[in-house]
């Protein structure tokens, strides 16, 4: 689907173009072009069209049920109705429009790290009212740091403890905020 | 004048030890996320709103405000030197600024852009001093009917306006409005898209949105994208422009400026746009255009001038009218709302202090910045050597516990990382987070503007043509809405593909697919 990225050449890295190419905006947007990941393509316009009638429709549904009233006395529902009544329309055009699906991003395999890290802020969001936030964030820094990030076990540690120290010193010290601790 | 009195008694305010230590922080966090490419200033604004909880109003807008123009002078850095554009703004600003830095002439480019930053921002606060009071009091007459018209106007535009594909930035905003209906309808209180829980009766509070989208949404989406990597440069040479320079850049100044201040007006304008606006127009007034792209310093000063110049006069319709011009205003607008500040006509009457206190503190700051800027270049070039795998955490871990303490709820901090996964697939699937977030803010003033209106028309929709000022608005609306249709169905007609020249690149991508 994507062959018109397979791998760029490897002449164009930064500082050693000498020659001047003809049109510069042009070499740094196709250069740009070239670093950032493929469209998401035909079927993830459609998946995310089709998402967004649903919503539409959905509220649409509610909308009515919530009573539409008269345009002199509306009721509750004649406003979200309108909007979602919108929101199907201009996604239902989009489904159309897009077919070619030239924008948005195609996942990769680094995509795996941002789920990986939605699931440890969700873990956070869990074991916050439980455990306070030292433990949970102690965690999370580690897990981004050492296996998101890359980092070595001596730097992702040492810079994780000092993280969670100084946001320790911050919201429960300098801010007395309520924020659950556990020390 | 009594408005002169107001603008004295606005240094005062600024001059008080708290403010000017809040908008040094401002624009020194600013000048660092400008550094740093990844967060933006709209992601920082968000992850920061919590911080302005505890301090007075005037005060949070001051540091929010130092963010979004140290932005565009720290943006400029890496430009220069990474050819990675640290802002949005700053963009082509890489074309001849990179070519400055290639021959040698780093300091140059990084002088020039400094100085005309500062010129730009300054000449825009004066401005916006000027006009600001005048379009106030022009607006104090609007009724609901042109607010619902101006709100309906500035949403259209931000969509239309936003970078990416232009129907789903459409989508998205109406989703903000759907997402604003949640909780008790103030009209008929009955409650609205709540599913029975609680949490929700009172509505979606405006800062988990924020945050989640812009923050943790732009948090996430750079996990992915961390694994290029980005090498620090040594040192930077002489940053003092010769007299030479600025010679010659005074005109793209002075053109910037003006062009700068004029498009950061503009529902849907700002920076970004301003700076490539600049950059066109010193291209075409040129007189041998084919320096440019090798090294004119025409082609750093007028789009570093004008981005400047931009993001300070955007605020005018945030501060006189009350609607956001783009998503950092948007941040801005909601900021004041915590603070119990509805901005608006009445805002330079009923609250000049804050008005007045925070247009002066641009001088201050657009100082501090050009102190920053020339002099300790070195020191936030250095910035850039912290590794992203360490800031990320950080970043992230300020948010989760920045939301708890809005309301110390664990179900704010919940609805963040929810709006995170929804704004990191947004991203994904190419819609702009911008329009939701900016729709949803003005989603209630729209509603209840909207319903006014019915109640005073006896239900017509043909009422909003009866005032001169709506029935304008609404017919811009109209024109904005239905243009790109016609010339899409017209470009159709003629056969040739829609290339505008910054996505030349993507378009001819398009048609090899199309052939593939």
């Given amino acids: 689907m994507d062959g018109s990225s397979n791998g760029k050449p490897d002449g164009r890295a930064d500082g050693g173009a000498a020659v001047a190419p003809a049109d510069p905006a042009q070499a740094l947007a196709d250069e740009w072009a070239e670093e950032t990941p493929p469209p998401a393509g035909p079927v993830a316009n459609l998946a995310a069209s089709l998402v967004t009638t649903a919503i539409g429709v959905l509220g649409a549904v509610t909308a ?94 040492l810079y994780s403890v000092l993280v969670v120290g100084v946001l320790y010193g911050v919201f429960v010290g300098a801010l007395g905020t309520n924020v659950p601790h556990l020390f | 004048m009594e408005s002169l009195q107001n603008v004295a008694a606005g240094f005062a305010v600024v001059l008080e030890p708290t403010n000017l230590l809040y908008c040094l922080l401002g624009v020194v966090i600013g000048m660092l996320i400008g550094v740093l490419p990844g967060l933006g200033p709209a992601a920082t604004i968000a992850i920061l709103l919590p911080l302005t909880y505890g301090v007075e109003p005037v005060t949070a807008i001051i540091m929010l405000a130092g963010i979004f123009y140290g932005a565009q002078y720290g943006g400029t850095i890496t430009s220069v030197l990474l050819r990675l554009p640290g802002e949005a703004s700053s963009v082509v600003t890489v074309l001849d600024g990179h070519a400055l830095a290639r021959q040698g002439r780093a300091g140059t480019a990084l002088g020039v852009a400094a100085v005309g930053s500062f010129i730009g921002g300054t000449v825009a606060i004066v401005g916006l001093t000027f006009l600001a009071p005048v379009v106030a009091g022009f607006a104090l007459d609007f009724g609901p009917p042109e607010y619902a018209a101006l709100a309906l106007l500035g949403i259209l535009l931000v969509s239309t306006i936003a970078s990416g594909a232009r129907l789903k930035a459409l989508i ?46 732009e948090i996430l989406y750079n996990l992915e994208e961390r694994h290029r990597a980005v090498h620090a440069p040594g040192k930077v040479a002489n940053v003092w422009p010769s007299r030479k320079d600025l010679k010659e850049s005074s005109g793209a100044v002075t053109r910037g400026s003006v062009l700068g201040f004029f498009l950061g007006i503009l529902p849907g304008g700002g920076a970004t746009i301003a700076s490539m606006a600049a950059y066109a127009a010193e291209k075409k007034r040129a007189k041998d255009p084919s320096r440019f792209g090798k090294g004119a310093i025409e082609g750093v000063a007028g789009p570093e001038t004008a981005n400047n110049a931009a993001a300070t006069s955007s605020f005018i319709p945030l501060l006189t009218l009350g609607i956001p011009a783009n998503a950092t205003m948007a941040l801005m607008f909601g900021a004041l709302l915590i603070q119990g500040i509805t901005p608006g006509p009445q805002l330079v009457t009923e609250h000049p202090e804050l008005f007045w206190g925070v247009v002066n503190s641009m001088y201050i700051g657009n100082v501090l910045l050009l102190i920053m800027s020339i002099p300790l270049v070195g020191v936030f070039v250095r910035i850039l050597r912290v590794r992203a795998a360490i800031l990320a955490p950080v970043t992230a871990l300020i948010t989760m516990v920045g939301a708890y303490t809005i309301n110390n709820s664990v179900f704010d901090v919940l609805l963040v990382v929810v709006f995170g996964a929804v704004g990191y697939l947004m991203k994904k699937f190419g819609f702009e987070p911008g329009p939701l977030v900016l729709a949803f803010v003005l989603g209630s003033l729209l509603e209840s503007s909207l319903r006014r209106s019915l109640l005073m028309f006896d239900g017509s929709a043909a009422g909003f043509f009866t005032r001169p000022i709506s029935a304008t608005l609404l017919v811009v609306f109209v024109v904005v809405a239905v243009l790109p249709l016609i010339r899409a169905v017209r470009d159709r007609r003629a056969g040739g593909d829609v290339a505008g020249a910054p996505d030349a690149g993507a378009s001819a991508k398009n048609r090899e697919e199309e052939s593939v």
């Fill in chain 1, 64 to 157: 009515v049920g919530l009573g539409l009233g008269t345009p002199t006395q509306p009721g509750a529902g004649l406003w979200p109705l309108a909007i979602s009544v919108a929101v199907v329309v201009l996604s239902l055009a989009q489904v159309v429009v897009g077919r070619r699906g030239g924008d948005g991003e195609k996942f990769s395999r680094y995509s795996w790290l941002s789920l990986v890290g939605l699931a440890t802020l969700l873990g956070l969001v869990a074991l916050l009212p439980v455990i306070g936030f030292e433990i949970p964030a102690l965690l999370l820094s580690l897990i981004w740091m050492k296996f998101l990030g890359g980092e070595s076990w001596r730097s992702a540690v």
């Fill in chain 2, 172 to 217: 998205a905003a109406a989703i903000g409005l759907l997402l604003a209906t949640v909780g008790r309808d103030a009209f008929t209180g009955a409650e609205r898209f709540t599913f029975d829980n609680l949490s929700l009766a009172d509505g979606i509070d405006f800062v988990p949105v924020a945050m989640g989208l812009f923050g943790l949404g």
